[in-house]
């Protein structure tokens, strides 16, 4: 039997909360892991220390904490030494953090520090065997059109892509978490975060919506994605956009989904009034079911979808939302 | 103002992907640029031009073939190239920010970075590259020059000694104030990529145009052992062809309704 490890999962909170792909980082870690190791958090930002009682509950063994003020914003260089400091203390294995923009900014520079390997935007993990077999990553290649298996040598640093790896359930009656307050090590801070000019909060984060309903230029303008707010909110979803609709100006490039934009993989991909360009398909293709709405039944999109409506959308948009709140 | 662009060669986007003995064949396929790539080397000649003068050089580890890509950013308008190429560098991302940072002036924050002697005042790269998609070469080699980095920026201007960057985090917009030298990675829209020209494309045989291997940058082939291995390459599972739903408008979207329910079970 080799001997124990121990694996790190950093969590992220975002307008108060912890965001679900913390919990799949966690999941990634607990999958990457052999019988007996064990599994730990870390949180770092301000007011953060609140929320290590929910990891704790999702099968953290001990929570690492640096929890200041100045930390209320993501910051490269002050989040790299809180990072350093908490792997300092902690010497794991391997370390886990959501490919979200934060994790995708500090999982290079912390590969970078440590010498070590990274494998970022991973979708699934096979579990290291306990002999010494590494666990397996596997992560999309050329936009989704490939896949391929990677591993490496410890300690790593791995993002995982958001929706796609299963969180631990939550244990009932799990007792408090047992908290480390980490001192970070002192950094110099070059950049100075000046503004931050919110555009998405209050909004369901689109790379982590379970229900996307995306609009093209068939929504022929920014009124257009009305219907499409509708229908998403009756799903308890968000709304996303293909490029020619954020070149045409009906909406803000934030929405964009694709090569170029954000790539979402939720359970249901709603696309109304996109064609369906590679590039675009790029960004959902790897939703687990695709509903396509479109007049052209020659559109490419129908290709991927599961079920295709040929028709106006925004006729069948409508009698859609009707049909889910009848539910 | 002295400016260095990384420059990662690239699949197009619309090329099929062919598997061939378990790797992705290069058989006819068509390189590019990588996209993200093309907005650095613009952002880097439009910093140039603002700054009154200075040097563009693009920089890039890679095979012969990468050469060609280094060949349109100087007809795109920068100055200079230099190509690392040695087969001895490992095919991952620690090993590729190695020796990017070797080129520079080496690794560990000692001093600011240089290149041919001169010092670099910005570094441009890409916010990932369209084919590996690891996002991480840029911003590994900005920790491992010890200069700060912005990454994923929508907007950037340099003067006096610092920079000004807007980036994108995930739809916000954050502003950034950065002393430099500093690296940025462009993310779209930062600018318009402009098209070589053919005055350009003639210009561009005539610039200076270097070539190094792991000997000429001081490293040893175990400074570059990649640290993560491939074991395995497949193209995704083919999505079962799909449903056209047939009916009026209303009667689609009650089947619909009822098949995302009870078939598909997604709500
Ligand atoms: C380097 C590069 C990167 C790119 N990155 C991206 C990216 O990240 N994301 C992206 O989306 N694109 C990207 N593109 C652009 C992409 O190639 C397409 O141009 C774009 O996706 C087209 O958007 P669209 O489908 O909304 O518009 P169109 O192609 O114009 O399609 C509109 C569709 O709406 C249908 N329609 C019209 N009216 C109605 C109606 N009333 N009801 C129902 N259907 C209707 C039409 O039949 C048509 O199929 C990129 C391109 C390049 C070159
Ligand atoms: C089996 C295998 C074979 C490979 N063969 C080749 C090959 O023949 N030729 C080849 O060019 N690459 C090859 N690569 C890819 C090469 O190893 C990558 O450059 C490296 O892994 C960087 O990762 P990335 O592409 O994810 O870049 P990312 O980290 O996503 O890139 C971010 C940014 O960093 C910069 N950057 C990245 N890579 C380079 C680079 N090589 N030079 C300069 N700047 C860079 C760019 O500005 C880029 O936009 C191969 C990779 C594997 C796994």
């Not at chain 1, 294995?93 to 010498?115: E, S, Y």
């Not at chain 1, 100075?192 to 909004?203: A, L, N, P, R």
């Not at chain 1, 790539?263 to 675009?280: K, M, N």
């Not at chain 2, 520079?104 to 990932?128: C, R």
Request: hydrophobic share 50%; net charge negative.
């Amino acid at each position: 039997m080799a001997a124990p490890k121990t694996w790190l999962a950093f969590a992220e909170a975002r307008d108060g909360a912890l965001r679900q792909v913390s919990f799949e980082a966690l999941g990634a870690a607990r999958a990457a892991a052999a019988d007996g190791d064990a599994i730990v958090a870390a949180l770092i930002g301000s007011g953060v220390a609140a929320h290590a009682d929910a990891l704790a509950a999702r099968g953290a063994a001990r929570v690492y904490v640096v929890d200041r003020p100045a930390l209320a914003v993501y910051h490269p260089e002050a989040y790299l030494a809180a990072a350093r400091s908490i792997v300092q203390a902690v010497q794991p294995a391997g370390v886990f953090l959501g490919h979200t923009a934060a994790g995708r900014d500090l999982a290079p520079q912390l590969a970078a520090a440590l010498r070590c390997g990274a494998v970022t935007d991973v979708t699934a993990v096979e579990p290291g065997g306990g002999e010494g077999a590494p666990p397996v990553f596997a992560r999309p290649l050329y936009a989704g059109k490939a896949v391929e298996r990677r591993t490496a040598a410890e300690p790593f640093v791995v993002t995982v892509r958001p929706n796609n790896v299963r969180a631990p359930d939550p244990v009932d009656g799990a007792g408090p978490a047992d908290v480390v307050a980490i001192e970070p090590e002192g950094a110099a801070l070059r950049a100075i975060v000046k503004d931050v000019v919110k555009k998405t909060s209050g909004k369901i984060d689109l790379s982590e919506a379970k229900v996307v309903v995306s609009g093209g230029r068939g929504v022929k303008s920014a009124d257009g994605f009305a219907p499409l707010q509708a229908l998403a909110d009756a799903l308890g979803g968000a709304v996303g956009a293909s490029r020619g609709a954020c070149d045409a100006g009906y909406c803000d490039y934030a929405l964009q989904i694709g090569q170029t934009g954000k790539v979402v993989t939720p359970e249901l991909y709603i696309a109304c009034g996109i064609s369906g360009a590679i590039q675009h398909l790029a960004g959902m293709s790897g939703s687990r079911v695709i509903v396509a709405i479109n007049k052209d039944p020659e559109a490419p999109i129908f290709k991927v979808a599961d079920y295709g409506i040929v028709g106006d959308l925004f006729d069948v948009v409508p009698l859609l939302t009707e049909a889910f709140r009848a539910r | 103002m002295n400016i260095v662009v990384l420059v990662k060669q690239t699949f197009d986007t619309e090329e099929r992907i062919v598997l061939t003995d378990g790797v992705v064949s290069e058989d006819g396929a068509k390189f590019v640029i990588n996209p993200y790539d093309e907005y650095a080397v613009e952002q880097g000649i439009l910093m140039r031009d603002a700054a009154g003068g200075g040097k563009v050089t693009v920089l890039s580890v890679g095979p012969a073939r990468v050469a060609e890509a280094l060949r349109t950013a100087l007809a795109m308008g920068a100055d200079e190239a230099v190509l690392i190429d040695d087969p001895r560098i490992g095919n991952d991302e620690h090993a590729v920010s190695i020796a990017l940072a070797a080129a520079l002036g080496g690794a560990g924050g000692a001093g600011a970075p240089t290149l041919g002697g001169a010092p670099v005042d910005v570094l441009l790269g890409g916010n990932f590259s369209v084919d590996n998609g690891a996002g991480q070469v840029a911003v590994r080699l900005a920790a491992l020059l010890g200069v700060p980095h912005v990454a994923s920026v929508t907007a950037l201007e340099a003067s006096g000694g610092a920079a000004r960057a807007e980036r994108d985090a995930e739809g916000d917009v954050e502003v950034v104030e950065v002393p430099l030298p500093a690296l940025f990675t462009a993310q779209q829209g930062l600018n318009e990529p402009r098209y070589p020209s053919l005055p350009g494309i003639m210009k561009a045989k005539k610039k200076p145009f270097a070539t190094l291997t792991l000997d000429d940058l001081g490293l040893s082939p175990d400074d570059v052992a990649p640290k993560t291995t491939r074991v395995g390459l497949a193209l995704p599972p083919a999505r079962a062809a799909g449903r056209l739903l047939a009916g009026d408008p209303a009667a689609q979207a009650a089947e619909l309704a009822r098949l995302l329910r009870d078939e598909a079970k997604v709500l």
